[in-house]
Nanobody
Framework: QVQLVESGGGTVRAGASLTLSCAFS????????MAWFRQTPGKEREWVSA????????YYAKSVEGRFRISRDNVKNMVTLQANRLEPEDTAVYYC??????????????????WGQGTLVTVSS
């Protein structure tokens, strides 16, 4: 059974950076594309970024493109989200998720079945 454990959240000021990490276990990491989502209370979950099985192809939501960078290490079974120039609007619980594939996996479709417990990012102005 796949398990995902996020870490790296915290409270920072606007303009700062954070590195979020997600440790994968319970399966073959390279069988899964990976993604980050985020959610704030009262709002729908938002897809943030995805990365292909090999790690060569990243995808980003427009809201974070140019500021966030996703990467993966298929030896350490980790996926990382480097969040730069953080804004108060980035405040959310960030979730790591895994999918074996879907027609729109690169845009955070409903094929993601395995989820972490989330890590809270708070950005103050």
């Amino acid at each position: 059974q796949v398990q995902l454990v996020e870490s790296g959240g915290g409270t920072v000021r606007a303009g700062a950076s954070l590195t979020l990490s997600c440790a994968f276990s319970g399966g073959t990491f390279s069988d899964y594309a990976m993604a980050w989502f985020r959610q704030t209370p009262g709002k729908e979950r938002e897809w943030v970024s995805a990365i292909s099985w090999s790690g060569y192809t990243p995808y980003y939501a427009k809201s974070v493109e140019g500021r966030f960078r996703i990467s993966r290490d298929n030896v350490k079974n980790m996926v990382t989200l480097q969040a730069n120039r953080l804004e108060p609007e980035d405040t959310a619980v960030y979730y790591c998720a895994a999918t074996r594939g879907g027609s729109d996996w690169y845009r955070g479709d409903d094929s993601y079945r395995d989820w972490g417990q989330g890590t809270l990012v708070t950005v103050s102005s």
